[in-house]
């Protein structure tokens, strides 16, 4: 197939791309802190506001769901217009801004199909700004230096994500649910004034529009079999929380019921802290050493997790050893996804791959935490971590048949 010329016409890129440590990637990984600053101290009490509001136990269950499905959708299509129009920043704005606010407004609520409404809204803005911010943070930095920008932006996010549970629990204490979701509204405009000020984008000068199916048909050969790899990967990568439950049962008979369950929450405190300490230093060794080599390490220590898990005794030290190894993991998969993704993209196709690459983790993240869910309640926990760590094992197998450009 004949390669097509550019489509576009950069012009030099200002903040000085040849820095990774520039203007565009501080401002983004401030923006990256404020909203999950924001939308996490929302989201940790969420909860205990539904059950204010009488809400059934299934409603979480279905106000996540439907949101995150509206999210992948969302990131896709975002991306595919990202590659079309000659500027993304006011898009990426405008996500962050609707985020901020519709977060926010759950104070308003007075029944649990109005929280439903809001926090759609709010995940179809994080799926807007999503691919669109990633594919300005590849352009904004050089090649060889993108692991360390996109570990920064990573750890801004992962911070924000630790502290907004912990500005939650100071918040109620003081104030309403209705009263807190409100002042989530602050640091969700905060990051978007961030964004708007401190990044600055390089210029495109020429697109050349591509209808949507032919956008994803004219991915390279060597992104799609990677978009293969993180979703195969993905469909084994559960939700987290499962640890939580998985080292509460196993530490009740010696701890009892209270003290195993107050562990497992610490553990999971010390997943989050290694995750949030080694974005960073994960993408400055992709740099150094080769992304995809990285990647494949993360995939297969994720593999080591979930066997940990089938094998381990039931003492405290041997499960903080596995949640220190899991947060490890995916920091170093979150990281050098987005970081090798960049390598294998063309400039003018990078905002659809980045939709397409969201998707794919989307699809797969739904995927695992159903299927181990459901091994785990049908047969037993052994079986879904099997199922988990087989699954890494064949998305390290592929990412190294990936031929990485750039």
Same mark, same amino acid.
């Given at each position: 197939?004949?390669?097509?010329?550019?489509?576009?016409?950069?012009?030099?890129?200002?903040?000085?791309?040849?820095?990774?440590?520039?203007?565009?990637?501080?401002?983004?990984?401030?923006?990256?802190?404020?909203?999950?600053?924001?939308?996490?101290?929302?989201? $940790?009490? &969420?909860? @205990?506001?539904? #059950?204010?509001?009488?809400?059934?136990?299934?409603? =979480?269950? !279905? %106000?996540? *769901?439907?949101?995150?499905?509206?999210?992948?959708?969302?990131?896709?299509?975002?991306?595919?217009?990202?590659?079309?129009?000659?500027?993304?920043?006011?898009?990426?704005?405008?996500?962050?801004?609707?985020?901020?606010?519709?977060?926010?407004?759950?104070?308003?609520?007075?029944?649990?199909?109005?929280?439903?409404?809001?926090?759609?809204?709010?995940?179809?803005?994080?799926?807007?700004?999503?691919?669109?911010?990633?594919?300005?943070?590849?352009?904004?930095?050089?090649?060889?230096?993108?692991?360390?920008?996109?570990?920064?932006?990573?750890?801004?996010?992962?911070?924000?994500?630790?502290?907004?549970?912990? $500005?939650? &629990?100071? @918040?109620?204490? #003081?104030?309403?649910?209705?009263?807190?979701?409100? =002042?989530? !509204? %602050?640091? *969700?405009?905060?990051?978007?004034?961030?964004?708007?000020?401190?990044?600055?984008?390089?210029?495109?000068?020429?697109?050349?529009?591509?209808?949507?199916?032919?956008?994803?048909?004219?991915?390279?050969?060597?992104?799609?079999?990677?978009?293969?790899?993180?979703?195969?990967?993905?469909?084994?990568?559960?939700?987290?929380?499962?640890?939580?439950?998985?080292?509460?049962?196993?530490?009740?008979?010696?701890?009892?019921?209270?003290?195993?369950?107050?562990?497992?929450?610490?553990?999971?405190?010390?997943?989050?802290?290694?995750?949030?300490?080694?974005?960073?230093?994960?993408?400055?060794?992709?740099?150094?050493?080769?992304?995809?080599? @990285?990647?494949?390490?993360?995939?297969?220590?994720?593999?080591?997790?979930?066997?940990?898990?089938?094998?381990?005794?039931?003492?405290?030290?041997?499960?903080?050893?596995?949640?220190?190894?899991?947060?490890?993991?995916?920091?170093?998969?979150?990281?050098?996804?987005?970081?090798?993704?960049?390598?294998?993209?063309?400039?003018?196709?990078?905002?659809?791959?980045?939709?397409?690459?969201?998707?794919?983790?989307?699809?797969?993240?739904?995927?695992?935490?159903?299927?181990?869910?459901?091994?785990?309640?049908?047969?037993?926990?052994?079986?879904?971590?099997?199922?988990?760590?087989?699954?890494?094992?064949?998305?390290?197998?592929?990412?190294?048949?990936?031929?990485?450009?750039?």
């Amino acid at each position: 197939m004949t390669r097509q010329a550019p489509t576009e016409q950069a012009s030099p890129p200002a903040g000085g791309r040849g820095r990774w440590f520039n203007r565009t990637i501080i401002g983004m990984g401030l923006t990256s802190f404020f909203s999950d600053l924001g939308h996490e101290t929302a989201t $940790a009490i &969420l909860p @205990l506001f539904l #059950a204010s509001l009488g809400a059934p136990a299934a409603a =979480l269950g !279905v %106000i996540e *769901g439907v949101s995150d499905a509206l999210s992948s959708f969302a990131k896709l299509g975002a991306g595919w217009i990202g590659d079309r129009v000659a500027s993304r920043k006011p898009l990426v704005v405008g996500g962050y801004v609707l985020t901020g606010v519709a977060t926010g407004i759950f104070g308003l609520a007075t029944a649990w199909p109005q929280v439903l409404l809001s926090r759609a809204i709010g995940w179809f803005g994080r799926g807007v700004r999503g691919p669109l911010r990633d594919a300005m943070l590849a352009d904004a930095v050089d090649p060889a230096l993108r692991g360390r920008a996109f570990g920064l932006q990573g750890a801004g996010d992962t911070l924000g994500g630790v502290l907004g549970p912990a $500005a939650a &629990l100071l @918040l109620v204490s #003081a104030l309403t649910y209705r009263q807190t979701f409100l =002042l989530t !509204v %602050i640091p *969700g405009l905060i990051a978007a004034l961030c964004y708007a000020v401190l990044v600055r984008e390089r210029g495109r000068t020429r697109i050349q529009p591509r209808r949507f199916w032919e956008a994803l048909g004219a991915l390279p050969p060597g992104f799609r079999l990677f978009l293969v790899a993180v979703g195969l990967f993905g469909a084994g990568d559960f939700a987290h929380t499962l640890l939580i439950l998985r080292a509460s049962q196993a530490l009740a008979p010696s701890l009892g019921p209270a003290l195993a369950a107050t562990t497992a929450i610490g553990l999971y405190t010390l997943h989050n802290a290694v995750y949030a300490a080694s974005t960073l230093p994960s993408g400055a060794l992709g740099d150094r050493f080769g992304k995809r080599g @990285l990647l494949v390490v993360g995939y297969l220590l994720a593999g080591v997790m979930s066997l940990g898990f089938i094998l381990a005794s039931p003492v405290w030290w041997q499960f903080a050893l596995l949640f220190g190894v899991g947060g490890l993991y995916i920091a170093i998969e979150d990281t050098l996804e987005r970081a090798m993704a960049a390598d294998l993209l063309p400039e003018d196709m990078r905002s659809t791959g980045y939709g397409a690459l969201a998707a794919a983790n989307g699809l797969g993240d739904f995927v695992s935490s159903v299927l181990v869910g459901v091994l785990w309640t049908t047969i037993s926990p052994a079986v879904g971590f099997a199922y988990a760590a087989t699954l890494s094992l064949v998305g390290a197998a592929l990412v190294l048949r990936v031929r990485q450009g750039g």
